[in-house]
């Protein structure tokens, strides 16, 4: 038995209890370290993530008596193999692609919403209302970016789309006048912004181009997935819209990045999607 996970043994046994002979205890979770405000490393804690999504979760797993912990797991790449492999329980915030489906359970609604936008320089003339405004202007995306399949199937159809190394240096291109717009989300692109001094150089447009979800994803390998976790952490995902903490948590964290910044002892690079 994996020992990260206490099962709740004998009440099978009990009459109306085999519904909780499931429960898990204990998760352990991990995501990307560089996306704030949804997640990142802590520099006080660099084996911990911290952010809106880990704050959200904790909650939720107050809420179902679970203890859970948000623990570093090096690039997103690998934070991803070690879900996949069981080693770690749930991803925090996974994009929802088709592939995966073979070694994730999903949960649904997703934790939350990303939107991504169009960001141009200030006085730009570019005009946008829906995606295909875009088409015949030259524009940058980190390769970072996780888009939905159905976007990205779009853009690669019908726009002209510079992929950059990270964020940082999309917003570079467009400064420099090399592209017209980036696509990047509503708040890793106000975070980088304001970490490389540019956020009184460019603007965003507040219709989303695309909405992907940051859902959890538990691993098939995990030995505490179980129809249990799965309903209880669907349930309260559907809860948490009308709860106010959503919001209440991005701000939280945009706050916390930002004061992070200002402390030159505790350097934080720009986010990197």
Not at 12 to 23: M, Q, S, V, Y
Not at 105 to 121: A, G, K, Q
Not at 221 to 239: I, Y
Not at 265 to 273: D, G, I, N, R, T
Request: glycine share 8%; with cysteine.
């Amino acid at each position: 038995m994996d020992l990260r996970c206490g099962w709740l043994l004998g009440l099978a046994l009990l009459p109306g209890l085999a519904t909780a002979a499931g429960k898990c205890e204990r998760l352990v979770v991990t995501g990307s370290p560089d996306a704030p405000p949804y997640l990142w490393q802590d520099p006080q804690n660099p084996k911990q993530l911290i952010g809106a999504s880990a704050d959200l979760l904790q909650q939720v797993a107050k809420d179902l008596g679970i203890k859970v912990e948000l623990l570093y797991a090096g690039k997103r790449s690998q934070a991803v193999d070690e879900v996949r492999s069981g080693r770690m329980d749930m991803l925090a915030d996974a994009p929802l692609t088709f592939n995966e489906l073979e070694n994730f359970d999903y949960i649904y609604p997703p934790l939350l919403e990303n939107d991504y936008l169009v960001w141009t320089r200030k006085g730009s003339t570019l005009v946008y209302s829906e995606a295909k405004d875009l088409h015949g202007h030259a524009g940058a995306l980190s390769e970072k970016s996780r888009m939905t399949q159905g976007f990205g199937t779009f853009a690669e159809q019908n726009l002209t789309l510079t992929k950059t190394a990270n964020l940082t240096q999309a917003l570079q291109k467009l400064l420099l006048g090399e592209v017209e717009y980036v696509l990047a989300g509503r708040y890793s692109g106000m975070a980088a912004a304001q970490a490389l001094g540019m956020a009184n150089d460019l603007l965003a447009f507040e219709q989303p181009i695309d909405r992907p979800g940051l859902f959890l994803a538990v691993s098939h390998n995990s030995a505490c997935n179980d129809p249990w976790l799965r309903g209880q952490l669907a349930k309260k995902m559907t809860e948490l819209p009308a709860s106010g903490l959503t919001e209440a948590a991005l701000q939280r964290n945009i706050e916390r990045w930002k004061a992070q910044q200002q402390q030159p002892q505790q350097p934080v690079s720009a986010p990197k999607q």
